[in-house]
């Protein structure tokens, strides 16, 4: 499912599918996951349509590196960011992504083990 008419984070970005969102600039969208694995599991998602990290371009460095600091700012704005959180792409089947459209996952609120299974 690469097609961006299809895109179901293109789709909440378009307000057709609702979703609890909790940061919107021009560029960048943040929204709660429908299956929360923390107390804090957010999706940073750019308004832009990109499939996968495969797909990314050097003109998205800056795309990429705003979602990173948004992250960081929304976890700092929860109060998780001295206790610590986990930021996470997941990039095609064996890291099992599901929605292709570029996510970084901002997990916290709970210690967390590492590696991840
Ligand atoms: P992936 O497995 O691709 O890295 O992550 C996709 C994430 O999107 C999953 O954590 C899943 O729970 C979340 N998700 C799937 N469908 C929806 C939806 O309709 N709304 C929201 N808010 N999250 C979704
Ligand atoms: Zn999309």
Redesign the pocket.
């Given at each position: 499912m690469n097609d961006v008419a299809d895109c179901?984070f293109c789709k909440?970005i378009k307000r057709e599918?609702p979703?609890s969102i909790v940061y919107e600039d021009d560029r960048v969208l943040a929204?709660?996951?429908?299956?929360p694995q923390a107390p804090t599991h957010m999706?940073i998602v750019p308004k832009q349509h990109i499939a996968s990290l495969n797909d990314l371009q050097p003109h998205d460095d800056g795309i990429v590196g705003e979602l990173v600091r948004r992250a960081a700012a929304i976890a700092r704005d929860r109060g998780i960011s001295g206790a610590g959180f986990r930021t996470v792409f997941?990039t095609n089947r064996e890291a099992?992504?599901?929605?292709f459209h570029i996510?970084l996952?901002l997990l916290g609120g709970r210690a967390m083990e590492w590696p991840p299974v």
């Open positions: 179901l909440i599918i979703a929204f709660n996951d429908i299956n999706l997941n099992g992504q599901t929605v996510h996952h």
